[in-house]
């Protein structure tokens, strides 16, 4: 094992920092440090309030686009760290496609043919019960959190939702 140690100036705010990187042999350590001494000008503060920023702002798109409800709670704080999770799990990659699938879902509860096929599977699988044949199937696709933060409000409950994605 052998430490790639390099001394860098923020390009955004001027503040020194150390990137630090366990490498397998020295020789990777070496040339390590010599890319990242060229390459690495953001210090980790900097880069968290980018990504956020960036998150944000792709992210206000997608709550435009789908409508998500705005997130209400008790505290400032508490609204603020509900909307950064949302908006760190809406800038997943495979977000939308589980937003659209999940939509798809939902409008077939209001198709009275899909709703047919709905009762066959429930009446076949579920003792009958659309809502046990509807939260087995957003379980089975991983769509509960898109479920949470499609149609929920409260601050706490997208929290329990997002907190572990």
Known sequence: MARATVH????????????????????????????????????????RARLKRENAERAASLIERYGFPEITGVSEK???????????????????????????????MDDPEMMGKFRELADRKFEGSIEKMLKDTLDKYGLNEISAIRHESNASKIIDALRDC
């Open 8 to 47: 860098c100036v923020c390009a955004t705010c001027g503040q020194e920092f150390t990137h630090i990187k366990d490498c397998f042999n020295r020789k990777e350590a070496d040339s390590y440090e010599e890319w990242a001494s060229a390459n690495i000008d953001e210090c980790p503060e900097c880069r």
């Open 78 to 108: 508490q609204i603020g760290y509900a909307n950064d999770l949302r908006n760190k799990y809406l800038c997943k990659d495979y977000t939308v496609r589980e937003i659209e699938i999940y939509d798809k879902i939902m409008r077939g």
